[in-house]
T-cell receptor, first 111, second 111 residues
Framework: NAGVTQTPKFQVLKTGQSMTLQCAQD?????MSWYRQDPGMGLRLIHY???????DQGEVPNGYNVSRSTTEDFPLRLLSAAPSQTSVYFC??????????FGDGTRLSIL | AQSVTQPDIHITVSEGASLELRCNYS??????LFWYVQSPGQGLQLLLK??????LVQGIKGFEAEFKRSQSSFNLRKPSVHWSDAAEYFC?????????FGKGTSLLVTP
């Protein structure tokens, strides 16, 4: 019973590098989201998807890209990492209108 | 505009004492509201949810919350706090496709 799986759990990047945070869910949920968590800021929505092939921006989308080619996967891409993107990233999924299930997070540090 | 406010950044209670964490929301329609808990270094766990109907909802770990439309509030309560309840608590509002989070309340439990 995997739920929402995020990889990697930890990552250190240098400024300007690119990388992809992976998110996979095995519950056949339509909705998937990416959030970032920063101290004192709660969780802020980066991008979300309401189904395969459909994505949209959240509150803080700049510097991030997403795609949703399958129901199961929703990767988050950092095109050119910046120190301001140091954060903990959470992926979540849910059926429409239901509570979201969260992954365990990816701790990303950008030097 | 949709928003969630958690007025208390930190709360300290003695073990065995009662607890109330405040949450206020702003939303034009009937809200779907949630409380999540996050232990240090962990992901988010759903404590309880309100969709409609009974305004007093029961959750896991002995928590309950009361929805008050007239006050735009959804406060979380527990009659007797245990040391293991020390964590970060987030109130969240379903915006239709993802969650809008408050900034969280950090709970410290003293002996």
């Amino acid at each position: 019973n995997a739920g929402v799986t995020q990889t990697p759990k930890f990552q250190v990047l240098k400024t300007g590098q690119s990388m992809t945070l992976q998110c996979a869910q095995d519950m056949n949920h339509e909705y998937m989201s990416w959030y970032r968590q920063d101290p004192g800021m709660g969780l802020r929505l980066i991008h979300y998807s309401v189904g395969a092939g459909i994505t949209d921006q959240g509150e803080v989308p700049n510097g991030y890209n997403v795609s949703r080619s399958t129901t199961e996967d929703f990767p988050l891409r950092l095109l050119s990492a910046a120190p301001s993107q140091t954060s903990v990233y959470f992926c979540a999924s849910s059926p429409m209108g239901q509570p979201q299930h969260f992954g365990d997070g990816t701790r990303l540090s950008i030097l | 505009a949709q928003s969630v406010t958690q007025p208390d950044i930190h709360i300290t209670v003695s073990e065995g004492a009662s607890l109330e964490l405040r949450c206020n929301y702003s939303y034009g329609a009937t809200p779907y509201l949630f409380w999540y808990v996050q232990s240090p270094g962990q992901g988010l766990q759903l404590l309880l949810k309100y969709f409609s109907g009974d305004t007093l909802v029961q959750g896991i770990k002995g928590f309950e919350a009361e929805f008050k439309r007239s006050q735009s509030s959804f406060n979380l309560r527990k009659p007797s706090v245990h040391w293991s309840d020390a964590a970060e608590y987030f109130c969240a509002l379903n915006s239709g496709y993802a969650l809008n989070f408050g900034k969280g309340t950090s709970l410290l439990v003293t002996p």
